[in-house]
C-alpha cells in the first residue's frame, strides 16, 4: 500500500495525509514522506511536544533525515507490523529509513527509544540528518553536551540521549550529520529519554537489529489474535494496528488521536487537542477490536474506567466526564500557544479540551454497549462492576430528557439532541439485556418503562413531517448523520419504512460521492467559526446503514470509495476537504473503528 512515489516542493509543510505513524504504547510520532519526524511528544501521548514542525516549521522542532541529493520517497509499512519503512529513489542509488519504537517491558517503558536505521539497498547514496529538539512546544529553551559519546539535550523538565553510528556536528542547540552509505552498510540514530535511573546505552547495528526483530515479532504475535478472514482484511488489519498504537498500555486508555490542533479547514480555527482518552470514542474502538478477537484491550478499558476514574455523584456532565486524560486525571485545561503558527498559518494551537465539563449524555450509551458486549463475549461482569453498570443506569434514568452539547461537542447552546436520547436509550437496553441474560439484580419496573418512554419521545419528537425524516433535535428540521446510528444500535429496524425515509433524505441532502457531512452549520449554527469537511466515521456509518437496510450495492461501492480516501498506508485523519484532502488531527481512532465495523458487516452481507 505504498503507492506512487512521492515527489516532495519546497513548502515547509507536507499534507497531513502524508505521514505514517510509529509509537510503543505510551506515545507516538508522525513521520513524513520526506523522513522527516514532524510530531513527537515525551514521554507520553499527551506530554508537551519534543518535535513539533507540523504546528510551526520554524519553532516547533524536527527530526530530518533523508537523502543529500534529489529523489523519489515511498512509504509503506513492514507487513503487520507498526514499522514504518520510507525509501528514497536517487540516480545512484536505493536507501531506505527504517522508523521504529521498541515496545518496552515495564522496566524498560521509560526510556521510550526511537530508533531510525538507515540501510543502502543498492549503489552509494549521501544522507543527511539534522535533530532539533524544541522542548515544551516549542517554548523551552535546552542545552546541549557531547557526553560519552552521545549529544545530551537537556530542558528543565525533559532530556533526551542521541546516539549514532555515524559522525556527528552540533553547535549550541542542534545535532547535524552528513554521510554516504554503499550497498549493504547501514546507519543507526537511536533517540532515548534520559532519565536518572537509566543507564547511558549506545544503539550499535547488532543492537538495532535486535530491536526491529524484536519489535516486528511483538506487533505480528499482537496481529495473529485476529478472527477476521473477510474481504479488505489489509485494511481492517492496519486499522486495527492503528487503534492499538494508540493505546496508553499503562492504564487502557485510547486516545482520540496522537495530535493536537491539526485543522478542520486550513486557516481555520476548529483546532482541537485529541491526545485524551473520550469515553465514546474508547467505548467503540473496545466494540470493533472486540468484533475481530481482541479481548485484551477490553479488559484494559474496563480496568482504566474502575482503577483511574472517580464516579463523580454531582458532576456537571454527571457520574462520568466525557474525556479524561490517559492518567485517569479530570482536570483538561484549555489553553492556547501564540508563539507557534499552527500547520500552514491554522491558528490558534491548542493544548488542553475545555469540552471536558461538556454534558453529552450519550456517552452512557457507548459505554454501556461496550460493557454489554464485554459480558457478552469477553468475560461476565464482575459484582463490582454491575453495581456501577446500575448506578450509572440509575442516573440515566433520572437526567436523560436533559438539553446537552451532544456528540458534535457543539458550543453554541445546549439542545434536545436525537441523539442523545438513541443512547441513552441503548444504555438503558443494554443493560436490561444483561440484567436478564445473567439474573444479577435490577429494578427493571423502573428501568422498563424509562427505556419505553425514550423510545416514544424519538418517535414522536425526533421525527419531522415536514422533511419526512429523523432530525438532529426534537422538534427541529435539521438533518444530522448522527441519526445513522439508530439502526445499527438495533433502535429501529433498518427496513422500517421512516427510516428508509430518513435514509434517503439523508442521501440526498448530506452525502456526496460516499462522503458525508456532519450536519449543515448554516442552518444549525453550533458555536464554531469557519467551515469543516465531511467526517469520516459519518461515511462508514452511512455503508453500515446502507448494508443493513439490504442496499448491498450501494454500500459496496461506497465503501470502496471511502477506501480511495485513505493516505498511502491506509490512515486516515478525521474529515476529507472538497478536494480529497485529509483534514484534521491524524490518525483519528474514531475513523479507523467505524472502517472495522463496516467492513466485518458489509463482508458478512455478501457472504
Not at 446500575?390 to 446537552?404: F, I, S, T
Request: charged share 20%; with cysteine.
Amino acid at each position: 500500500m505504498s503507492g506512487a512515489p512521492t515527489q516532495h516542493t519546497s513548502g515547509p509543510y507536507l499534507p497531513i495525509a502524508e505521514h505514517g505513524l510509529i509509537g510503543d504504547l505510551r506515545t507516538a510520532a508522525l513521520v513524513g514522506t520526506d523522513g522527516t519526524i514532524d510530531w513527537y511528544c515525551c514521554p507520553s501521548f499527551d506530554s508537551p511536544s519534543v518535535f513539533a514542525a507540523i504546528l510551526d516549521a520554524h519553532r516547533g522542532g524536527a527530526f530530518e533525515l533523508s537523502a543529500a541529493v534529489p529523489a523519489d520517497t515511498k512509504q509503506f509499512y513492514f507487513p503487520d507490523t507498526n514499522v514504518l519503512i520510507t525509501r528514497f529513489f536517487t540516480e545512484d542509488g536505493l536507501g531506505e529509513i527504517q522508523d521504529f519504537m521498541p515496545v518496552a517491558e515495564v522496566g524498560e517503558a521509560d526510556r521510550h527509544r526511537l530508533i531510525r536505521r538507515v540501510v543502502c539497498v543498492r549503489g552509494t547514496i549521501p544522507f543527511r540528518a539534522r535533530v532539533a529538539p524544541r522542548f515544551g512546544y516549542g517554548a523551552h529553551r535546552h542545552t546541549l553536551r557531547i557526553l560519552e559519546g552521545a549529544a545530551l539535550f537537556a530542558s528543565e523538565a525533559l532530556s533526551l540521549r542521541l546516539t549514532a553510528t555515524v559522525p556527528v556536528e552540533y553547535d549550541e542547540t542542534d545535532v547535524r550529520a552528513e554521510f554516504t552509505l554503499s550497498w549493504g552498510e547501514t546507519a543507526v540514530f537511536a533517540l532515548d529519554r534520559a532519565t536518572g535511573g537509566t543507564p547511558p546505552e549506545g544503539c550499535l547495528p547488532a543492537a538495532a537489529e535486535q530491536a526491529f526483530t524484536a519489535t516486528v515479532a511483538f506487533w505480528r504475535c499482537w496481529l495473529r489474535q485476529s478472527r477476521y478472514r473477510g474481504r479488505w482484511r489489509e485494511m481492517v488489519h492496519r486499522s486495527a494496528l492503528t487503534l492499538k498504537l494508540l493505546t496508553y498500555a499503562p492504564t487502557g486508555a485510547i486516545v482520540a488521536a496522537p495530535t493536537t490542533s491539526l485543522p478542520e479547514q486550513i486557516g481555520g480555527g476548529r483546532n482541537w487537542d485529541y491526545r485524551y482518552a473520550w469515553v465514546r470514542d474508547s467505548a467503540f474502538a473496545v466494540y470493533a477490536l472486540l468484533r475481530l478477537g481482541f479481548a485484551e484491550e477490553a479488559e484494559s478499558f474496563m480496568g482504566f474506567l474502575t482503577q483511574h476514574i472517580e464516579r463523580r455523584e454531582n458532576g456537571p456532565s454527571g457520574p462520568l466526564q466525557i474525556m479524561y486524560g490517559i492518567d485517569g486525571r479530570s482536570e483538561l485545561p484549555e489553553r492556547e500557544l501564540p508563539h507557534l503558527e499552527g500547520y500552514r498559518g491554522s491558528a490558534p494551537v491548542r493544548v488542553g479540551n475545555d469540552a471536558v465539563n461538556q454534558l453529552q449524555l450519550d456517552i452512557y450509551g457507548a459505554l454501556l454497549d461496550s460493557v454489554y458486549l464485554y459480558d457478552k463475549w469477553c468475560r461476565p461482569l464482575s459484582s463490582g462492576h454491575w453495581r456501577a453498570v446500575c448506578d450509572v443506569v440509575g442516573w440515566v434514568c433520572e437526567h436523560w430528557d436533559q438539553p446537552d452539547e451532544g456528540v458534535w461537542e457543539t458550543r453554541g447552546g445546549r439542545k434536545k439532541f436525537l441523539y442523545s436520547r438513541l443512547m441513552c436509550w441503548v444504555a438503558i437496553e443494554r443493560a436490561i439485556r444483561m440484567a436478564q441474560h445473567r439474573s444479577l439484580p435490577a429494578p427493571l419496573d423502573r428501568w422498563g418503562p424509562v427505556r419505553d418512554e425514550i423510545y416514544w419521545r424519538i418517535m414522536n419528537s425526533g421525527w419531522s413531517p415536514r422533511r419526512q425524516a429523523f432530525v438532529q433535535y426534537e422538534d427541529g428540521d435539521v438533518l444530522d448523520a448522527a441519526v445513522l446510528m439508530m439502526p445499527l444500535t438495533k433502535f429501529i429496524s433498518p427496513n422500517d419504512p421512516v427510516w428508509l425515509s430518513t435514509l434517503d433524505a439523508l442521501g440526498n441532502e448530506l452525502v456526496s460521492d460516499s462522503l458525508v457531512w456532519r450536519y449543515d452549520p448554516e442552518v444549525s449554527p453550533d458555536g464554531l467559526e469557519g467551515d469543516e469537511g465531511t467526517f469520516s466515521i459519518c461515511s462508514f456509518w452511512y455503508v453500515e446503514a446502507l448494508t443493513r437496510a439490504g442496499r448491498l450495492d450501494e454500500a459496496r461501492l461506497a465503501f470502496e470509495k471511502m477506501l480511495t480516501y485513505a493516505n498511502h498506508l491506509g490512515l486516515y485523519a478525521e474529515e476529507i476537504s472538497h478536494s480529497g484532502e485529509q483534514l484534521g488531527n491524524f490518525p483519528q481512532a474514531f475513523t479507523h473503528l467505524a472502517l472495522i465495523s463496516a467492513a466485518f458487516n458489509l463482508d458478512r452481507a455478501l457472504g
